[in-house]
């Protein structure tokens, strides 16, 4: 086994669950990260809630990342996550591989992409998710993640 490659942060509130990705991913990062989620996602299993992820300074994922990403993704639909948003500049590479293993619309659940933070929080706002990231953000930068 190999040391994680890859960060990620996650902040888990009442009905939404905030995001950050960074760097390149091997399977190990994909692991530990979909148990940290799974463990801290816990008590919405049977609610209603969003998800706003934000990939700007995600680098893409070695192949093996994809049947974990792939099973992690069924899960959160199967638990009760209803919007999605991913946030990131546009990027040919990064839209191929998100796409490959993010599932599409279907049924109550709905995923749309932006291009900044401001318009997916209008867009989960609209859907009545009362969203708030400064303090997540603020955090990432503090610890250095965020790329200015």
């Not at 994809?66 to 638990?79: A, L």
């Not at 998710?129 to 303090?135: Q, R, W």
Request: charged share 25%; hydrophobic share 40%; proline share 3%.
């Amino acid at each position: 086994m190999f040391p994680a490659h890859g960060q990620w942060q996650i902040a888990v509130h009442n009905d939404y669950v905030l995001q950050w990705f960074g760097g390149c991913w091997n399977e190990e990062a994909a692991i530990q990260y979909t148990q940290e989620y799974k463990e801290k996602t816990t008590h919405l299993v049977g609610k209603k809630w969003a998800m706003l992820s934000i990939f700007e300074d995600w680098q893409l994922g070695v192949p093996e990342i994809e049947p974990h990403i792939v099973k992690h993704c069924q899960r959160f639909k199967d638990i009760g996550c209803i919007k999605d948003c991913h946030i990131y500049s546009p990027n040919a590479a990064k839209e191929m591989q998100l796409e490959q293993l993010v599932p599409q619309t279907e049924g109550s659940y709905e995923r749309r992409v932006f291009t900044n933070i401001d318009d997916a929080l209008a867009w989960l706002r609209s859907c009545d998710f009362n969203i708030e990231i400064d303090n997540f953000l603020q955090r990432i930068k503090a610890i250095g993640f965020a790329n200015d």
